[in-house]
């Protein structure tokens, strides 16, 4: 049986270098270049073409190269019954920790309207930014740390889930009734939710209303969250202050949208955290012998869930 790396538009080098160094006598395949597709009893996904994986009839683990799974449930041909499982890393958690607390010092401190000033040759002392009330919307594996690196900054931290949670010193708000709490007096509202039915366009012009008037908006979760129009629409209100956004409904953002000119936009390219090949190959060869041993594998996704 063989392991397929099923990433197309990636160079997927890499991965295959780090699986073959870490577990020598694997049978790996590298999509388009199958073989025999009743060989295939593992593959690891991202962005496949839609039906691809129904072709593989003893298809036992896909396995997400990523945090998300959205792109593997968006294909309407998924083999039913197979086990989706998805990547929990440190080292994804602490970048995307970094990556928040960086675009929060970054508006909060004002350092690119001094690179700004700078440019036109302008001394121009300011004061800070008040705000320090930060809703994470998403208290996941990332929210959690992301929460945890923002009060050890000293900021204030809320969230939001789907279920009730209990983080030390953040102040957990769930289900649909905790939104409000959850952003009431938010000066920063961070999306770090999976994309799901229920969470789709969930950034949209209601919940801008529901938001601080001027609150700042990062959305490192995925594209599908926001409404693109609503958003320009509640910047040019102001009651959105500005927005840091890393993933996108189109990726990479094509040429001529909007959003790369925007003066109150920052653009970031789905680069908030990034997988770390060797740790990956290290989840997905455990999972494979997880399998292969009738063991239960690890960091599953719940499909009725999806995520
Ligand atoms: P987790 O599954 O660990 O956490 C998801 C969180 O979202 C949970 O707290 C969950 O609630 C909450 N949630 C889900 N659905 C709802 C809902 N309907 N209402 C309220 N809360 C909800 O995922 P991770 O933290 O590991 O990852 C989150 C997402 O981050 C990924 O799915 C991906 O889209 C994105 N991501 C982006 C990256 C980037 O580079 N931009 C990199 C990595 C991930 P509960 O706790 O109750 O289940
Ligand atoms: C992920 C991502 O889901 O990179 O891991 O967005």
């Not at 160079?11 to 073989?35: F, N, S, Y």
């Not at 998403?138 to 923002?150: F, M, P, S, T, Y």
């Not at 649909?176 to 999306?191: E, I, N, S």
């Not at 953002?253 to 936009?265: C, G, K, S, T």
Request: glycine content about 8%.
């Amino acid at each position: 049986m063989a392991l397929l790396i099923l990433i197309p538009e990636r160079d997927t080098a890499a991965l295959a270098k780090a699986l073959k160094q870490q577990a020598p006598a694997l049978d790996l395949r590298t999509w388009p270049d199958v073989g025999d597709p009743a060989d295939i009893d593992y593959v690891i996904v991202w962005n496949h073409p839609a039906g691809a994986l129904a072709q593989f009839p003893n298809l036992k683990v896909i396995a997400s190269f990523g945090a998300g799974v959205d792109h593997i449930f968006r294909d309407p041909d998924l083999p039913a019954n197979v086990p989706i499982t998805r990547l929990v890393d440190d080292s994804l958690t602490r970048q995307m920790a970094e990556y928040v607390a960086g675009v929060i010092l970054n508006h909060r401190l004002r350092l690119t309207e001094y690179r700004e000033y700078q440019a036109a040759g302008h001394w121009r002392p300011q004061e800070p930014r008040p705000g320090q009330n930060v809703c994470l919307l998403g208290l996941g594996h990332i929210g959690g740390e992301v929460a945890r690196l923002l009060i050890r900054l000293e900021y204030t931290v809320c969230g939001w889930s789907r279920s009730p949670k209990d983080l030390p010193a953040v102040a957990c708000h769930h289900g649909p009734d905790g939104l409000d709490r959850a952003l009431a007096d938010a000066d920063y509202v961070v999306c770090l939710l999976p994309l799901t039915g229920a969470t789709e366009n969930i950034l949209n012009q209601d919940l801008f209303r529901r938001m601080k008037k001027g609150a700042y908006l990062i959305n490192a979760g995925r594209g599908g969250h926001l409404n693109e129009d609503e958003l320009l629409d509640a910047l040019y209100q102001e009651q959105v202050g500005g927005a840091c956004l890393d993933v996108f409904k189109t990726e990479p953002l094509p040429a001529d949208h909007p959003f790369w000119r925007h003066p109150r936009i920052a653009i970031t390219p789905h680069i908030a955290s990034l997988t770390d090949i060797d740790k990956a190959a290290a989840q997905f060869l455990e999972n494979h012998r997880n399998m292969q041993n009738g063991r239960a594998l690890v960091n599953t996704v719940d499909p009725g869930k999806g995520y």
